[in-house]
């Protein structure tokens, strides 16, 4: 099948998972995009992660056309995807959510259902400047110890020790210790994470100060040429102002 138009037409259920809502709405509704094959009685689940608005946006489309909506944004990174152990976050009408449980299988581990359309977004944004919080945080506390003449080793053996323990801080300290940036996560994709969460802080009316800050730390990157590279190099854009490498 050579395009989105021939997938929707042969199957009874279709899925996406872009990078960002321009791809989303050009694999939707572009000239030979799902709609154009699209018809009463399908199932659509989309993995990307984009705003609450835009999926919302997708489910009322569907509704027009007879098509179930679910939207499923997903956290495991490369590995997940590879092992099918994913985590997805729904949101989603009872019944589609049920529907959509054979496919949600087929590449996750476990699908919590977080409300009607737009939730499994939100949460998914939260989730992204969490993280991306919980890296920088283990970032410039090892970079400062370094500067400051103490192994760095020993911030992620004490934290790792201690009740504020993460596996996330395995995976990307022990990355970022190996020099490591192997692309699981871009800096690209975090920061259009980080943008849109705080669009909806803003919509809100939500003051997300510690968020803005980390942003800005992956705009410094971009600005250096690391968008490309994964989430862990951030740290090299720190490295670069402090004149010292871990």
Avoid at 58 to 79: M, Q, W
Avoid at 209 to 236: C, F, M, N, S, W
Wanted: hydrophobic share 45%; proline share 4%.
């Amino acid at each position: 099948m050579a395009t989105p138009r021939e997938v929707a037409a042969g199957t009874d259920a279709f899925c996406t998972c872009v990078a960002d809502p321009a791809a989303l709405r050009e694999v939707v509704h572009g000239q030979d995009g799902l709609f154009a094959g699209a018809r009463a009685g399908q199932l659509f689940i989309d993995f990307s992660t984009v705003s609450p608005e835009l999926m919302r946006e997708l489910e009322g489309a569907c509704a027009a056309k007879g098509i179930d909506f679910v939207e499923a944004p997903v956290t495991g990174s490369k590995n997940g995807a590879e092992k099918g152990t994913l985590l997805l976050m729904a949101g989603a009408k009872p019944a589609a959510f049920e529907r959509a449980q054979p496919v949600f299988a087929a590449v996750g581990e476990k699908a919590i259902l977080c409300g009607e359309v737009g939730a499994g977004s939100q949460v998914k944004l939260a989730g992204n400047a969490l993280i991306a919080m919980m890296l920088q945080g283990l970032c410039e506390g090892m970079l400062l110890a370094k500067k400051a003449g103490t192994d760095p080793r020993k911030v992620l053996e004490v934290v790792q020790a201690s009740g504020f323990r993460s596996p996330y801080f395995d995976f990307k300290g022990g990355a970022v210790l190996r020099r490591d940036f192997e692309t699981h996560f871009s800096i690209d994709l975090m920061f259009k994470d980080l943008m849109l969460f705080l669009d909806s802080a803003a919509k809100h009316r939500v003051p997300t100060p510690a968020v803005a800050a980390v942003k800005e730390a992956y705009q410094l990157a971009r600005a250096a040429g690391k968008g490309g590279q994964d989430i862990t190099a951030v740290i090299t854009a720190l490295e670069d102002l402090a004149g010292e490498r871990i």
